[in-house]
């Protein structure tokens, strides 16, 4: 029987109504121009609050390693590099030590963090730690005709390695316009979250020397330029010519669109294999913005064509993509599954290519389920929950029997630390646990709200005057509720997810017979006028199903709704993947998702992918017995 109603989380009392509360934060500043050829739209930091959840914790351990960080450490690289007291600092380990060649690339991602620390929580600690850094920096700037630095710039190396890698000469293994995109990115965010004034002047002042710089290359100069790493350049720049509303950025950013990668994608062949996998996204997702900013539908074909690829042929049921960080042929997974897969940084690049997409297309829940199975199985377990700091794995190993935390050096999986790791990946980590909540909610332009993820939260929505909490336990549970306070009126969209089966939809404990709630589609609620207290219940079943490895039906992944399951083998080594008899699979707990087995005659435990610390795990199994559910993602 389907459509059992569930009375017991009806009976009780209704919510008493309350009016909105005004939100925390800061909504900062908009954009100049707004993004073109969109319709749907993220709600701002500050309207989103994260409730009691798991991911919730996970913000808090990234905000406690924020407010704790010494930010003159930070700026090291920089005050030496630009010839300025470093106050007594020390100077850092890792990729930040005075010697890295990239060294100067995290503090980007820093100040991204705390400026949506500060946008979520208006927290005034993450706020100074912002402002401290970019006050820094305009100094850092201003000693720059004393340093011998062009003006504008703003690095911890040397600007002689601009004129290396303009000659292709650079050997010392440095990235430097990777390390000015972050750069770019950070002060762009804490310019337009906090309304920092020293993040514009340093920012506006960065960009001018990369158009001073690069205005001088040639076409073929240029493009040899964009063979060395180069991040997401022709996305910051698009980003300033949104912020500012100055076309002058535009034609800087189209600069670093790189003809090699960008040719092939936009025919539609894939040519990733054995591509730098982080050295590409990030340019998908710029030329998503640059779709937006001139409308050229080449660019938005080719981030659309780079997603389908990568989402379908490249990645690995835990929604992460690459090993030994590279991209290896189309569908060659089962070959790849080492201790070195999915780098962290693909999966927050891929995201944010995910959120670009949809807004473009918000008809297909495609890009929802691949960001759900993403966040809530490769990125929410990148973190290491015993760690006050919650500190990350640079790789998340799918290897039989790898073991988080564990591993030779940074590649195989040891946890970041305070001040001796700042790998990109740490970098990459504090920004994704600082902004969780960015994607629950969305709004269009006809009147709906769009519910994408099944998270305790809470929106304020202003402009509708109502605020919007949802509770859950999700995905321990497979029910969420939506309680109205205040009084609007609109329809919801609500992403019923390729992998929920039976889903149904209730408002005010009214089955609704009438909406379409089939897998992979977004159900619609018609505007209603709704007034506080309504509340609406969604119902999403979940079933054990299996992903297999693209080019091996017999090795798969197990889950459960959108979790990967993975066996505990606690400190058990083991050479190759167990056999698992998909009949044996059994749900155990009724308030987590504690399941168990028979793999290799024997009994183990299974646990969500983002529970996998501690021990020695496994996600790919040899499979026994035909597939239950289905195989397929996103069909
Ligand atoms: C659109 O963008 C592509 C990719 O960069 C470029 O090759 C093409 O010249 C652009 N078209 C126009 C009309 O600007």
């Not at 900013?293 to 064509?305: D, E, F, K, M, S």
């Amino acid at each position: 029987m389907l459509f059992v109603l569930p009375w017991a989380i009806l009976s009780g009392p209704l919510l008493a109504a309350v009016a909105p509360a005004a939100a925390q934060g800061t909504s900062g500043i908009d954009p100049a121009k707004p993004d073109g050829g969109v319709s749907v739209y993220p709600f701002k930091l500050n309207q989103v609050q994260l409730t009691s959840s798991r991911l919730m914790d996970n913000q808090a351990r990234a905000y406690s390693y924020l407010k704790f960080v010494d930010v003159n450490r930070l700026l090291y690289v920089f005050r030496a590099n630009h010839k300025l007291s470093t106050n007594g600092a020390a100077s850092n380990g890792g990729w930040d030590s005075p010697t890295f060649p990239f060294r100067s690339h995290v503090q980007g991602h820093f100040l991204s963090a705390f400026a949506q620390c500060y946008a979520v929580t208006g927290d005034q600690i993450c706020k100074a730690q912002a402002t401290t850094m970019t006050a820094a920096m305009v100094q850092c700037q201003n000693n720059n005709a004393a340093a011998g630095f062009g003006t504008g710039y703003l690095s911890g190396f040397p600007e002689s390695d601009f004129t290396a890698l303009e000659a292709r000469t650079l050997s010392n293994g440095n990235v430097p316009y990777y390390c000015i995109h972050k750069t770019l990115a950070g002060l762009l965010d804490v310019w337009r979250l906090t309304g920092d004034a020293n993040a514009k002047t340093a920012l506006l002042a960065l960009a001018g020397w990369v158009d001073t710089r690069t205005s001088k290359l040639s076409t073929t100069q240029m493009q040899n330029v964009l063979g060395t790493e180069f991040g997401g350049m022709n996305e910051a720049l698009a980003d300033i010519y949104f912020q500012t509303g100055d076309s002058r950025w535009l034609m800087v950013a189209a600069r670093f669109d790189h003809a090699a990668v960008f040719a092939p994608l936009a025919a539609n062949q894939d040519q990733l294999n054995g591509l730098h996998a982080n050295t590409q996204v990030p340019k998908w997702i710029g030329a998503a913005r640059e779709f937006k900013a001139t409308g050229n539908a080449t660019y938005r074909t080719i981030a659309a064509n780079a997603w389908a690829m990568t989402t379908n042929a490249h990645s690995y049921a835990i929604g992460g993509n690459s090993q030994a960080e590279h991209f290896h042929a189309p569908n060659a997974i089962s070959g790849y599954l080492t201790a070195d897969t999915a780098e962290g940084c693909n999966s927050y690049n891929m995201l944010k290519l995910t959120r670009e997409l949809f807004t473009l297309d918000p008809s297909s829940t495609a890009y929802f389920d691949f960001y759900e199975r993403t966040l809530m199985n490769h990125l929410l377990g990148q973190q290491n929950p015993s760690d006050s700091h919650g500190h990350i794995t640079y790789f998340t190993g799918l290897s039989p029997g790898v073991r988080r935390g564990l591993g030779p050096a940074w590649g195989g999986g040891t946890y970041s630390t305070d001040y001796d790791s700042f790998w990109c990946c740490q970098g990459t980590g504090i920004e994704t646990n600082t902004k969780l909540m960015d994607s629950i909610y969305w709004y269009d332009n006809s009147n709906n709200l769009y519910v994408n993820l099944f998270a305790p939260s809470r929106l304020s929505w202003a402009a509708k005057g109502v605020q919007v909490t949802q509770s859950t336990s999700f995905p321990n549970s497979d029910m969420t509720t939506l309680t109205i306070s205040g009084s609007g009126t609109f329809g919801i969209k609500v992403r019923i997810p390729s992998w929920a089966r039976g889903a149904y939809i209730l408002v005010n404990g009214v089955h609704q017979s009438g909406i379409t709630t089939n897998a992979g589609t977004y159900a619609q609620i018609p505007s209603r006028t709704w007034s506080a207290g309504d509340i609406i219940t969604v119902r999403l079943p979940m079933c054990v199903h299996t992903v297999a490895a693209n080019d091996n039906a017999n090795l798969a992944a197990v889950l459960y709704g959108p979790i990967v399951l993975i066996g505990n083998y606690g400190n058990t080594a083991l050479s190759s993947a167990p056999t698992i008899q998909l009949s044996t699979i059994k749900r155990t707990d009724t308030a987590t998702l504690a399941f168990t087995a028979t793999a290799n005659q024997q009994t183990v435990n299974l646990k969500p992918f983002y529970d996998g610390q501690g021990f020695n795990y496994v996600t790919y199994w040899s499979i026994s017995g035909s597939a239950l559910g289905f195989q397929s993602w996103y069909s």
